[in-house]
């Protein structure tokens, strides 16, 4: 028999004519009828929780099970301070070295005709005096030894710009050596704390001086009569004086008359008074005293428009932020943050920035300061400016934050509002452009990862968020990050926790079964961490999502390379280690219950591998094909040989399941039919067993397997068509379901029909449909399935069936047979107008083809006997 044809099509999804069990359905199309009933069907796909991630204890960047080693990641625990931040807020960090600039000085233009008595040369620097050896080296000394040896280097005279120049009358020199000492001694001794300040008229403290401001305006008049002044002595400046000068960053902090004004009056007075409240102690009401300044100067900067990273006099207001870190306080810490946040820091002060943050925030107390003002904004606001590349510390700092925070509810809620989902989105699409030149994963960015994933974890629990994961694509970003960090143990963990919870919804799964490397990324999982065992029951519980509605995603696992074989090899492994186990704690006398956690998962890897082979049996090529591996059914018996239904019920059920699906297909290679005794001898344990759902299920593998005169000829060995028989009054309607699906196959064996009157079956049947017929019209059939099998040869009605038998069959027929007395909707029922048409539908096409060839014998048969009528008196 050839094997059919796996490649995709678009008929692909059309089945092939099989003969299935005539109680089945032989239409493929999908009615109301087929979801409502969807336990009955044949083939079935099978359903079963998620894994249970449970919540860390303590908040931390990287949890305890994490494979990193220390080197590898950052710490969790560290100090921090105002010492940590870089005073200006925008410095580069002190640990790169810059390039030096090219200066060439403007040399003044040598003068016509001058006096041949006079050289008119380069000033050269004097050399340095003879000093002793053992001399403790000065500050000023290194000073000079260093500005020789950037002068000597590479042999080169390098003449630094003067920033004063003398002049006089006389347009050369009287001295050279006088004149160079001097610019030397400028050049050594200039700096920005011996600069001379402008001539102020306010009677102020140093301290007060330096944060007070003027005026452009007064800046300029007053830096006129200054460079007035200095032109008279002989002095001019090149560059800009004090007032004009760059702040920090390359600002320049020129202020309005209107904004002088704001920042003495508004923004100083506050400055000053945090400042004071520093310098004392920091008890509660100090603390709170603070708080409440900063709010303040936060407030009045923000009205001012003085927020920002081009702010006026931002790096004063920053120096004076930086102080109230050395004050241990949660609350205060968060109010200097947020001002921090809004001064948009960068560097060195920005990581340190984030690690304050996540300082705070890894204390689940502090989750409601991160409630008050707008915090959570200026977070968002940072993340999404960062670059995962250069600033790769400070994001995992930052996104460690949120992390911690998303373990609350509430902050869930509130960050999805404010479309964190969508920072997320487009850092990821950022990752993955950078990885889609470069192909190497790096540590950097995969600490980033690792902080990130869990928050988008966290963000699929709410359903109202699965709107934001399909629109932004944050699962193809997913499948991205798999292709280039499949080794990384911990960032696949985190990733196959997102997509088992996203998976749980058809759309989502519908746009991961469409990404091209999903299934190859996923299977590429089980075999580069085989031992990962919270790893491995994810993926499964992922790919048995996949496999569960959709047909394509069957073909698509089913074709990638080593799909199977690597399926197979995990569910041997595991099913050695769970066995292993099992002999263990059975030696030791403990039960199920009892076994530690670690047996448990291996029976869940079990459990979700076994699903997803029952759902790709689904597929009937597929499932032929499966059916037809002598290892996958192996496996499955070795299951249901080695494991009770009362210790481990979910994987025995599974796998009964699963066998039932690949016992529909009735292919000569069949490693089903090869094993069939087998397979009924251990099917016949669970018939006699407490658990209904196990024997319902047993008695379903029996209605397939049945259809073998071998499996028929053991059955009434084994007294199970006696056992069915008796089923029948269990009131259960699935038990009845299964009872007759094994007696339609064993009624077509004529020695065994007498078993059924016998047994006083006719009539049990007759009770059944009853009972059950109008609000059941496919178990109404199958009754009359049995009943036509059982009367192949009937020659008369009341001899076969009994007098009273075949009378109240006819007259039950009759009614069930009018589609106005059929059609009635029962009391104790309520049906909508869905459900009405559903059951016509099983009326027309289950029911009726049968009932009527079966009154039509009946009535043959009958003679010329009448119906009795109970109201007839003798």
Not at 63 to 69: E, F, L, N, Q
Not at 292 to 315: P, Q, T
Not at 730 to 741: F, K, L, M, P
Not at 774 to 782: I, S, V, Y
Request: proline residues 5%; glycine residues 4%.
């Amino acid at each position: 028999m050839a094997q059919p044809s796996l490649s995709k099509s678009p008929s692909r999804t059309k089945k092939k004519l099989t003969i299935k069990p005539f109680y089945e359905k032989q239409s493929d199309k999908e009615t109301s009828a087929e979801i409502i009933n969807q336990a009955r069907t044949s083939l079935r796909t099978l359903h079963t929780t998620r894994p249970f991630t449970p919540k860390d204890e303590k908040r931390t960047l990287f949890s305890g099970s994490t494979t990193r080693a220390s080197h590898e990641r950052p710490p969790s625990a560290f100090s921090l301070g105002a010492r940590h931040f870089d005073g200006s807020g925008s410095r580069p960090t002190s640990a790169t070295r810059l390039v030096p600039l090219e200066n060439k000085p403007n040399l003044p233009s040598p003068p016509v005709s001058p006096p041949s008595a006079v050289d008119v040369t380069l000033p050269v620097l004097p050399k340095p005096p003879l000093t002793d050896p053992n001399r403790p080296i000065s500050g000023k000394r290194k000073a000079r030894a260093k500005l020789m040896h950037a002068i000597s280097q590479e042999g080169d005279v390098v003449v630094l710009p003067q920033p004063l120049e003398r002049r006089s009358s006389n347009p050369f020199p009287s001295s050279k050596s006088s004149s160079t000492d001097e610019a030397l001694q400028r050049r050594v001794h200039s700096g920005p704390k011996e600069r001379t300040q402008p001539p102020s008229d306010d009677k102020t403290t140093p301290d007060e001086a330096a944060l007070r401001v003027r005026s452009a305006d007064s800046v300029h008049s007053r830096s006129s009569a200054s460079k007035t002044s200095r032109t008279e002595s002989g002095y001019s400046s090149e560059q800009g004086s004090a007032g004009s000068r760059l702040g920090s960053g390359g600002r320049r902090d020129d202020f309005t008359p209107e904004e002088a004004l704001d920042w003495n009056t508004s923004i100083l007075p506050v400055l000053e008074e945090l400042e004071r409240l520093c310098g004392g102690v920091a008890d509660s009401s100090v603390v709170n005293a603070l708080c409440l300044k900063c709010s303040e100067l936060y407030s009045v900067m923000e009205e001012k428009m003085l927020l920002g990273k081009g702010s006026k006099r931002r790096g004063h207001v920053l120096k004076v932020i930086y102080k109230l870190l050395d004050i241990e306080d949660a609350r205060l810490h968060l109010k200097a943050a947020r001002m921090i946040l809004a001064l948009q820091v960068s560097g060195q002060s920005m990581t340190s920035l984030c690690k304050l943050l996540f300082k705070v925030g890894r204390i689940e107390e502090n989750d409601k300061l991160f409630l008050e003002d707008d915090i959570l904004d200026l977070i968002i606001s940072t993340i999404k400016s960062l670059d995962p590349v250069k600033s790769s510390e400070a994001l995992v700092y930052a996104m460690g934050s949120i992390k911690c925070l998303t373990g609350n509810t509430n902050i869930v809620k509130l960050l999805s509002e404010k479309k964190l989902l969508a920072v997320l989105a487009q850092m990821l699409h950022s990752i993955n452009f950078h990885l889609s030149e470069t192909r190497k994963p790096t540590k950097s960015v995969s600490n980033i990862l690792l902080q990130m994933t869990p928050v988008i974890r966290n963000m699929a629990d709410l359903a109202e968020n699965r709107s934001d994961f399909l629109n932004f694509g944050i699962m193809e970003e997913l499948c991205g990050i798999m292709e280039v960090f499949s080794s990384d143990n911990d960032l696949m963990l985190n990733i196959s926790r997102i997509l088992s919870k996203l998976t749980l919804n058809h759309e989502c799964c519908a746009v991961l079964g469409n990404h091209p490397t999903s299934f190859q990324s996923l299977i590429l999982l089980l075999h580069k961490h085989p031992s990962s065992v919270d790893l491995v029951v994810r993926v499964c519980f992922i790919l048995g999502n996949l496999t569960a509605r959709n047909d394509d995603c069957r073909y698509c696992l089913f074709n990638t390379d080593n799909a199977m074989e690597t399926l197979l090899a995990t569910f041997r492994s595991y099913l050695a280690q769970n066995l292993k186990k099992t002999k263990e704690h059975s030696k030791e006398g403990k039960q199920a219950s009892t076994r530690p956690g670690v047996d448990k998962k291996s029976e869940d890897v079990l459990i979700k591998l076994v699903r997803v082979i029952a759902n790709l049996s689904i597929n009937q090529d597929i499932g032929s094909l499966i059916a037809s591996n002598e290892t996958c059914v192996d496996l499955l018996l070795q299951v249901l040989e080695c494991h009770s239904v009362t210790d481990s019920e979910e994987l025995v059920i599974n796998t009964i399941i699963t066998i039932n699906n690949l016992s529909y297909y009735t292919v000569i290679s069949s490693a089903i039919e090869e094993r069939h005794l087998t397979i009924a001898r251990l099917l016949l344990r669970l018939l006699v067993n407490d658990n209904v759902d196990g024997m319902v299920e047993a008695a379903r593998v029996f209605g397939n397997l049945s259809r073998s005169q071998g499996i028929r000829d053991f059955l009434t060995t084994k007294k199970v068509d006696q056992m069915m028989v008796t089923l029948l009054d269990s009131g259960d309607r699935e038990v009845v379901y299964v009872a007759c699906g094994v007696l339609i196959n064993l009624m077509t064996d004529e020695k065994r029909r007498p078993l059924l009157k016998k047994e006083a079956g006719i009539g049990k049947l007759i009770e059944v449909l009853r009972d059950f017929g109008r609000t059941d019209w496919q178990l109404a059939a199958m009754v009359c399935m049995i009943l036509c099998n059982y009367s192949e040869k009937m020659t008369n009605s009341p001899e076969c069936l009994g007098e009273l038998e075949a009378a109240a069959l006819t007259e039950l027929l009759v009614d069930y047979l009018d589609e106005e007395v059929a059609m009635e909707i029962p009391d104790d029922v309520s049906w909508d107008e869905e459900t009405q048409e559903f059951m016509r539908s099983y009326w027309k096409t289950e029911f009726c083809p049968v009932a009527s060839q079966l009154l039509a014998r009946v009535e043959q048969y009958q003679g010329d006997l009448i119906p009795i009528d109970e109201n007839t008196q003798p």
